[in-house]
C-alpha cells in the first residue's frame, strides 16, 4: 500500500472524535477539581511527614490520615456541589482522565488496519513514542479532507 492509498475509515474518525471530546472534558474538569482542591488544602494547612504545607494537590498523598479523611470528605462535597455524580471516594478528575486514557488507547488500536501494530505494542515499545503516536494519528486525521465536514 502506498501512503497515498491511506485514509482514515469510519472507526478511526469516530475514535478521534471521541479522544478529541474526552480530551475538552478532561481539561474542563481539570480546571474545576483543581481549585477546590487547592481550596481544600489552604483550608486544611495540612503538613507532609517532613512538616511543609502541601499546597499541590499531587502532594496530597503525604499527608496524615486524619487530613487526609477531611480533605477526601470535602473534596467530595465540592464534587457534589459541582454537579459531579461520583461516588465517596472517587474523584471526577481521575474518572474524566481514565475515559482519556481508554479512548486513547481504542483510537490507536483503531489504526491497525494500515500500521499493523496495537497499543500494546507501543507502549511496550516506549511511552513517548505512543504519545507521539497519538498525536500523529489526531494530526493525520483531523486534517484529512474525510474529517473536514464530521461534526464532533
Request: aromatic share 12%; hydrophobic share 40%; proline share 3%.
Amino acid at each position: 500500500m502506498e501512503i497515498k492509498d491511506i485514509k482514515p475509515n469510519a472507526e478511526l474518525i469516530q475514535a478521534v472524535k471521541t479522544v478529541l471530546l474526552a480530551m475538552a472534558y478532561t481539561e474542563t474538569v481539570r480546571q474545576t477539581v483543581h481549585a477546590y482542591q487547592v481550596k481544600h488544602l489552604y483550608i486544611l494547612m495540612a503538613k507532609d511527614d517532613e512538616g511543609n504545607y502541601i499546597t499541590n494537590p499531587k502532594r496530597a498523598f503525604r499527608m496524615n490520615d486524619e487530613d487526609h479523611t477531611l480533605y477526601v470528605q470535602s473534596c467530595h462535597e465540592e464534587a457534589i456541589k459541582a454537579g459531579y455524580n461520583v461516588e465517596f471516594g472517587y474523584c471526577p478528575l481521575l474518572i474524566a482522565e481514565d475515559i482519556e486514557r481508554k479512548a486513547k488507547r481504542e483510537m490507536v488500536d483503531a489504526t491497525k488496519y494500515f500500521t499493523g501494530i496495537t497499543s500494546d505494542q507501543i507502549l511496550n515499545h516506549s511511552f513517548d513514542k505512543y504519545l507521539k503516536f497519538v498525536d500523529c494519528t489526531i494530526g493525520f486525521v483531523t486534517g484529512h479532507p474525510l474529517f473536514k465536514n464530521v461534526w464532533i
